[in-house]
């Protein structure tokens, strides 16, 4: 299962589902933040996907771990969940192909977490990484 919290996230929600359901996510939860941009409406009708809807505040949320705490316990007990921002694509470690074979080896390993690096991949200046070169 993963769980994500968006606001306006419809420009990359394609990518990163498609990214997901690649590495073998089966199960979508997402926990949309009063988006305006049509992103939730971009997510209707999909099968694997469980939409809850707030208007809290995000801060407010902490940051929304309060909400995915709260889905977690209510629909995701006793299962491996995989807690990810819209904007952030995970790459699994040489040899892994996919979130099962990750899930298999943390369990062999009884690993409780798995805490990733991010790398982020942007200009000090939007404008000149824009330029052709």
């Not at 419809?10 to 933040?33: E, S």
């Not at 909400?67 to 040899?95: K, Y």
Request: hydrophobic letters at 40%.
């Amino acid at each position: 299962v993963l769980i994500t919290v968006i606001r306006n996230e419809r420009d990359i929600l394609p990518a990163f589902l498609d990214h997901y359901a690649n590495l073998g996510v089966d199960k979508f939860i997402i926990i949309d933040n009063d988006s305006d941009d049509g992103s939730p409406e971009c997510l209707s009708g999909m099968h694997n996907l469980a939409l809850y809807h707030t208007k809290q505040s995000y801060r407010d949320s902490i940051a929304g771990i309060n909400w995915v705490n709260s889905v977690a316990d209510e629909r995701c007990v006793d299962r491996w969940v995989l807690v990810v921002d819209a904007d952030e694509f995970m790459i699994l470690p040489p040899g892994l192909e996919n979130v099962r074979q990750l899930r298999d080896q943390m369990q062999r390993q009884l690993d409780m977490g798995l805490y990733c690096p991010m790398v982020d991949f942007f200009s000090d200046n939007l404008k000149d990484a824009a330029k052709p070169t």
